[in-house]
């Protein structure tokens, strides 16, 4: 049952290993910026936790998450592009949530759940919906 929910190209498949990958990759991130909140300001830990993430996301992604798209240029730069936004985005919705009193500790899971539902979203209209040469 979970082996045919994995596998598929549809909203289900793509939603569950965008979460299962995604999962791992924020909890790593989510370390590091916890870590980095030892010696940098919340949003230097930020900015540099999220760079980290990306790395690792720009291996990972395309791989496990949108099982038979093609890796593209444009398809990598898109990426790029969707989580640079997340990335302003999130600095933003953080500072906001600062600046009102959240604690950074528990202000950068907001963070995480907003920019994740925007990403998932932007990702696969880019690995699924849209057609960069249409046959």
């Known amino acids: 049952m979970m082996k045919s929910l994995l596998g598929g190209q549809g909203l289900l498949g793509d939603g569950l290993r965008f979460a299962l990958v995604g999962a791992g ?71 906001e949530l600062i600046a009102i009193g959240m604690n950074p500790r528990l202000g950068i899971l907001i963070t995480i759940g907003f920019t994740t539902l925007f990403n998932f979203a932007a990702s696969r209209l880019v690995y699924r919906l849209i057609r960069r040469h249409p046959a």
């Open 25 to 95: 990759n924020t909890l790593f991130t989510l370390l590091v910026f916890q870590l980095l909140l030892f010696w940098l300001s919340p949003l230097v830990a930020y900015y540099l936790s999220w760079a980290i993430g990306l790395a690792v996301l720009l291996v990972a992604f395309p791989r496990y998450v949108f099982k038979g798209s093609t890796a593209t240029a444009w398809r990598a730069a898109s990426t790029v592009a969707i989580y640079l936004a997340s990335l302003l985005i999130g600095g933003v919705l953080l500072s």
